[in-house]
């Protein structure tokens, strides 16, 4: 199968994607076409020899073919007129605004286009931290308690506690706050990210695990749950700086807390419409209780060091994946209307 990596994207997580797709290119075992989406929107067609940091950075990519969109997929412009580059299904690889907000979702699908990725409804609610905790809601798995609050206004919750711009991932704008001199800067950086901050209770030491997993032909198919290793938080560089080399292992973890653990993934993958995506959820165990910390709809180079066999993985999803059914419009009710009265302006 042909893969389209679609990435970049107009997004404070930008050059988070360009290293994601970096990753997959090494991990997964296919036929890949790369798509770059630059920070004006445009599309590019990057050869596979030309993935490297430092030629999105040096701006090199402009000199590469410009790509458009059409009922199917990309295409190029040339003097004998448009053409196909070949792909049978896409992958959305694009992180935070563009990619995981649903604009990408909502083209592809307007276009007809096959790929793996959250749908448009997915997206917006994961998107989001705060409607991500009314899903989570809805499908019955616990999260912290929390409160939201917007420029000039101040946490109610009892220190120590966490800022998290609504709307980031990555760990973009997220501090811990554990004095209130600690808050004014606090509430600065995160509000340079977001109109919106998410707070929470934080909880020095507590144990988090991830899971990862997708819907194929075959049902839900899950990663290993892994235990990344943090300091205080997992921050940017422990979740960015190291997941294309990370070696990951099976937390060291009772069945009992794996099952609760694969069980809330279960009620989020379903309950949150995420067919057609490969996922993580990020969970805390606290006393014995599994709480969803946060969803990543588009993970860091979809998370393929969770998977024993990635590139199989990635093909029976791309194989299950549906094209929705293009309604059918023949104006029978207009046609209708003029038969019996004449005509209609």
Not at 298 to 319: E, Q, V
Request: charged share 25%; aromatic share 12%; proline share 3%.
């Amino acid at each position: 199968m042909n893969y389209g990596i679609v990435f970049g994207g107009a997004s404070w997580e930008h050059e988070i994607s360009i290293v994601s797709a970096i990753a997959i290119k090494r991990a997964l075992k296919a036929n890949l076409k790369f798509i770059f989406v630059d920070a004006n929107r445009e599309f590019y067609l990057i050869e596979p020899s030309d993935m490297r940091a430092n030629f999105f950075s040096s701006k090199k990519y402009k000199k590469c073919k410009k790509l458009y969109l059409k009922d199917g997929g990309f295409i190029t412009h040339n003097i004998f007129g448009v053409k196909s580059i070949g792909v049978d299904c896409y992958i959305n690889l694009i992180h935070g605004c563009d990619g995981e907000d649903g604009k990408i979702a909502g083209l592809f699908e307007f276009y007809s286009l096959k790929f793996i990725g959250p749908r448009l409804e997915a997206s917006v609610m994961s998107y989001s931290k705060v409607l991500t905790k009314f899903l989570a809601l809805k499908c019955g798995v616990k999260t912290l308690k929390y409160e939201v609050i917007t420029r000039g206004q101040k946490p109610n919750l009892s220190l120590p506690y966490i800022l998290k711009p609504s709307h980031l991932g990555s760990s973009i704008g997220v501090s811990v706050v554990s004095s209130q001199k600690e808050l004014d800067y606090a509430l600065d950086v995160g509000f340079e990210f977001d109109k919106e901050i998410l707070v929470e209770p934080f909880i020095d030491g507590v144990r988090e695990f991830n899971l990862a997993g997708f819907m194929s032909d075959n049902g839900l198919e899950l990663s290993i749950i892994e235990e990344p290793k943090k300091d205080k938080m997992l921050d940017f560089n422990q979740k960015y700086m190291s997941f294309s080399s990370s070696n990951s292992q099976e937390a060291d973890i009772s069945d009992k807390i794996k099952d609760k653990i694969k069980e809330a993934f279960n009620r989020i993958y379903i309950g949150g419409g995420f067919d057609g995506a490969i996922i993580r959820c990020d969970f805390f165990v606290i006393d014995d209780e599994v709480y969803l910390n946060e969803i990543n709809p588009n993970p860091g180079s979809l998370a393929n060091y969770l998977f024993s066999d990635f590139t199989s993985s990635i093909n029976r999803l791309a194989n299950s994946v549906k094209i929705e059914r293009k309604i059918p419009v023949d104006y029978k009710y207009i046609n209708s209307i003029t038969s019996n009265k004449g005509k209609l302006a």
